[in-house]
Protein backbone atom coordinates (compact mmCIF):
# COMPACT_ATOMS: atom_id res chain seq x y z
CA UNK A 1 0.00 0.00 0.00
CA UNK A 2 2.78 2.37 0.32
CA UNK A 3 3.44 2.73 -3.40
CA UNK A 4 -0.28 4.26 -3.72
CA UNK A 5 0.04 7.77 -4.91
CA UNK A 6 -2.55 10.18 -3.69
CA UNK A 7 -4.40 11.88 -6.68
CA UNK A 8 -4.40 15.20 -5.66
CA UNK A 9 -0.37 14.72 -5.00
CA UNK A 10 -0.09 13.69 -8.58
CA UNK A 11 -2.56 16.51 -9.95
CA UNK A 12 -0.48 19.11 -8.26
CA UNK A 13 2.45 17.91 -9.66
CA UNK A 14 0.98 17.82 -12.90
CA UNK A 15 -0.13 21.57 -12.27
CA UNK A 16 3.60 22.77 -11.35
CA UNK A 17 4.93 20.94 -14.40
CA UNK A 18 2.32 22.86 -16.47
CA UNK A 19 2.77 26.04 -14.69
CA UNK A 20 6.77 25.71 -14.88
CA UNK A 21 6.44 24.89 -18.60
CA UNK A 22 4.05 28.20 -19.44
CA UNK A 23 6.65 30.22 -17.37
CA UNK A 24 9.58 28.85 -19.93
CA UNK A 25 7.11 29.77 -22.80
CA UNK A 26 6.86 33.47 -21.68
CA UNK A 27 10.88 33.87 -20.91
CA UNK A 28 11.58 32.68 -24.17
CA UNK A 29 8.90 34.90 -26.12
CA UNK A 30 10.64 37.76 -24.31
CA UNK A 31 14.20 36.42 -24.36
CA UNK A 32 13.37 36.09 -28.20
CA UNK A 33 11.85 39.64 -28.68
CA UNK A 34 15.02 41.37 -27.13
CA UNK A 35 18.10 38.96 -28.12
CA UNK A 36 16.77 39.67 -31.97
CA UNK A 37 15.36 42.73 -31.78
CA UNK A 38 17.57 44.99 -29.76
CA UNK A 39 21.24 43.47 -29.92
CA UNK A 40 23.38 46.48 -29.68
CA UNK A 41 26.18 44.85 -30.77
CA UNK A 42 24.74 43.96 -34.39
CA UNK A 43 22.91 45.96 -36.85
CA UNK A 44 19.63 45.72 -37.15
CA UNK A 45 19.15 45.06 -40.74
CA UNK A 46 21.83 42.65 -41.61
CA UNK A 47 22.79 40.90 -38.51
CA UNK A 48 26.39 41.98 -38.73
CA UNK A 49 28.61 42.39 -36.19
CA UNK A 50 28.83 46.48 -34.93
CA UNK A 51 32.26 46.99 -33.28
CA UNK A 52 30.86 50.72 -32.12
CA UNK A 53 33.50 51.91 -33.99
CA UNK A 54 32.66 53.74 -37.23
CA UNK A 55 34.78 53.27 -40.33
CA UNK A 56 33.30 56.04 -41.76
CA UNK A 57 34.75 59.15 -43.19
CA UNK A 58 31.20 60.78 -43.39
CA UNK A 59 30.66 63.73 -40.67
CA UNK A 60 29.45 62.13 -37.59
CA UNK A 61 26.29 64.76 -37.62
CA UNK A 62 25.12 62.65 -40.56
CA UNK A 63 25.17 58.82 -38.75
CA UNK A 64 22.59 61.03 -36.27
CA UNK A 65 20.04 60.95 -38.51
CA UNK A 66 19.64 57.06 -38.58
CA UNK A 67 17.02 56.02 -35.76
CA UNK A 68 17.70 52.31 -35.98
CA UNK A 69 21.44 50.67 -34.84
CA UNK A 70 23.02 50.06 -38.33
CA UNK A 71 26.42 48.93 -39.84
CA UNK A 72 27.86 51.55 -41.78
CA UNK A 73 26.71 50.15 -44.99
CA UNK A 74 23.16 49.88 -43.87
CA UNK A 75 23.29 53.20 -42.54
CA UNK A 76 24.49 54.34 -45.77
CA UNK A 77 21.88 52.43 -47.72
CA UNK A 78 19.04 53.62 -44.90
CA UNK A 79 20.17 57.46 -45.65
CA UNK A 80 19.92 56.81 -49.25
CA UNK A 81 16.26 55.06 -49.36
CA UNK A 82 15.30 58.80 -47.21
CA UNK A 83 17.00 60.37 -49.99
CA UNK A 84 15.48 58.71 -52.71
CA UNK A 85 11.85 59.08 -50.54
CA UNK A 86 12.43 62.94 -50.80
CA UNK A 87 13.31 62.86 -54.77
CA UNK A 88 17.54 62.70 -54.48
CA UNK A 89 19.34 59.93 -53.72
CA UNK A 90 22.96 58.56 -55.69
CA UNK A 91 21.63 58.19 -58.92
CA UNK A 92 25.01 55.70 -59.72
CA UNK A 93 23.23 53.20 -57.33
CA UNK A 94 20.97 51.82 -60.14
CA UNK A 95 19.92 48.70 -58.14
CA UNK A 96 18.22 51.08 -55.63
CA UNK A 97 15.16 50.66 -57.87
CA UNK A 98 11.55 50.32 -56.81
CA UNK A 99 11.82 46.81 -55.55
CA UNK A 100 14.66 48.01 -53.32
CA UNK A 101 12.65 50.92 -52.17
CA UNK A 102 9.47 48.50 -51.49
CA UNK A 103 12.00 46.16 -49.42
CA UNK A 104 12.91 49.05 -47.15
CA UNK A 105 9.47 50.18 -46.32
CA UNK A 106 8.65 46.70 -45.96
CA UNK A 107 11.51 46.39 -43.55
CA UNK A 108 10.58 49.72 -41.59
CA UNK A 109 6.98 48.78 -40.97
CA UNK A 110 8.03 45.78 -39.48
CA UNK A 111 10.30 46.80 -37.21
CA UNK A 112 7.09 49.24 -36.50
CA UNK A 113 4.92 46.18 -35.80
CA UNK A 114 7.72 45.15 -33.60
CA UNK A 115 7.91 48.50 -31.69
CA UNK A 116 3.80 48.48 -31.54
CA UNK A 117 4.17 44.92 -29.98
CA UNK A 118 6.43 45.59 -27.16
CA UNK A 119 4.37 48.57 -26.25
CA UNK A 120 1.37 46.61 -26.43
CA UNK A 121 -0.74 45.96 -22.71
CA UNK A 122 -0.46 42.23 -23.25
CA UNK A 123 3.46 42.40 -23.64
CA UNK A 124 3.64 44.72 -20.75
CA UNK A 125 1.45 42.49 -18.38
CA UNK A 126 3.64 39.30 -19.25
CA UNK A 127 6.85 41.89 -18.33
CA UNK A 128 4.64 42.25 -15.16
CA UNK A 129 4.22 38.70 -14.63
CA UNK A 130 7.88 37.80 -15.29
CA UNK A 131 9.09 40.44 -12.70
CA UNK A 132 6.60 39.12 -9.90
CA UNK A 133 7.51 35.73 -10.27
CA UNK A 134 11.21 36.15 -10.13
CA UNK A 135 14.00 34.74 -11.89
CA UNK A 136 13.36 30.66 -11.58
CA UNK A 137 10.21 30.17 -9.95
Known amino acids: MTNIISFKEKKGLANEK ?7 RKVQAVRKVFQCTHCALKCEKCGAQ ?9 PHQRKLNVPYNFCDECSDEYL ?11 PDCYWHNEAWIDSWKRWIDYQSSVDQYLKSKEFKQLLNELRQTGPGE
Request: net charge negative.
Open 18 to 24: QATLIRK
Open 50 to 58: ISGESNDTE
Open 80 to 90: DYIERLQGGGD
